[in-house]
């Protein structure tokens, strides 16, 4: 059984459709990865799988069980985590209180999750008393990360992680996100660096225009001529 | 001397009541505000709400707090605060909630919290008449004239019951309020859901609770402001209105969405307050065979007179929406 089985997903804003019969499976110790053009429908099957639009057709499994149009705190009770693109951490909050916020539901996981996020992340660790508005770039994302991973997701949604991060935290970022992978927690994520996402997908999700273009191994999107001449820019 | 005790009975012992009486109101509007992002303009009548509460239980009971020797209003107090807590959350679920659900503009919310305003003031009025009463039904307001013990210093210090009752509880509530916020789970998912409501959901923080928690605080800080504001001179059913406006001037002061800013915004405004309407001449009085001849020191030397308090917090609030709309502590802008 799969770990997140979507079929025929349909969804979107206000009556719009975006998402027009989206098909998404992955396994607990796979990483997935959503590429596609602007406006293909990447975040916005995120956000349906998080419970944040309206799902009007189709289903969405979550370990067998349909978990479509739940509110997010009813999905995060059932082992789902979501990291937004934007907006991902609390910004007057200490690094170490975005923690505790993300184990909210089990308040019984905040001393052994945080000692396992602090090593998984050591500058976490050095700056757990300040602020997290005040970090950089990367480090919030990190924030965001590990608020997530405080709840011991089976699944983590990860929406653009690596968006305007400088080379050197964006190769960081994937590498941790493979760690997290291995460590257990299936992964989700919409990247709009194809290349270097594909490299580390074991599924790779081409959409366009709210619909599957491609599906297959991200080493297998990577070696197809047609998916490079049209979504890897050659 | 004699001068500088009337200093402090005028103005530091005044600006301190009404900066602690503000600071309270100032702490529950910002945290509305930070939660729910709407200004509170009901905010006045449940302080009066919570007063008339302990007006009402001090009728019924007039003899209960001898008998373990606080003054009895004092002693329905706490029952007042849950009363008002209540009605608080009450209001919220019967007129805001509604509107929250329908997503509207937050000057809808201004607006609804104005009829609020209306009705509360009406129907404390139908009970309590549009006269002032005292909340001392039974009791007798105890006055201490403290001696100071230099010689030629005639004027004592002169200090209230429900004065000290009102620093004490200040105090507490600002402890209380600081611990609240920076070590439960609940005081911290409470700032999670004002820097960011959408992440608190996400991370599983159930809102409605953390709406309700803002009301039940606000509700019970209301109660005791207007409470002692109503022992520290008398019960009306329009008093504590009249206060809205230094205590938004006090939340704006101190940066709206931060409670300790307004706490300090309180006093800021409360001792702006004193300190504009304090008779400076008699500081002077003292120097006054020092003075050139031709200086002659006048009657009253106020920057306003004490009718005109309400000028002060007016000024304030322009001045720091003109040059720092976000105040001392750097807060969001009311919109």
Redesign the interface.
Known sequence: MPLLDARNVHGGYGGMNILNGVDMAIEANEVGVIVGPNGAGKSTMLKAIFGLLNVSQGEILLNGDPIQNQPPNKLVRRGMGFVPQEHNIFPSLTVKENLQMGAYLKPDNVKRMLARIYEFFPPLHDKRHQPAGELSGGQRQMVAMGRALMAEPDLLLLDEPTAGLSPRYMNEIFARVKEINAAGVGILMVEQNAKQALGIADKGFVLAAGQNRFTDTGAALLADPDVAKSFLGG | MNELVFFINNVVIAGSVSGSIYAMGAVGVTLIFSIMRFAHFAHGDMMTFGAFMVLLLTTLFPGAGSAIGVPTPILMMPLAMVLTAGLAVGIDRTFYKPLRAHGVKPIVMVIASLGVTLMLQGLIRVFAGTGGSSLYVDDRKEIFRLPIPIEGVRVPVVITEPQLYLFALTIICVIALHFFLSRS?LG??M??M???P?????????TNTIVAVTWVLAGGLAAIAGTLLSLDVTFKPDLSFFLLLPIFAAAIVGGVGHPFGAIAGGFVVGFAESLAVFNWGLLLRPFRDSLPAWLELPHNLAFVGTEYKIVVPFFILVAILVWRPTGIFKGKVIT
């Not at chain 2, 959408?198 to 159930?206: E, F, H, M």
């Open positions: 789970r911290k998912a700032r999670a004002s820097d960011n959408d992440l608190a959901q996400a991370s599983g923080i159930n």
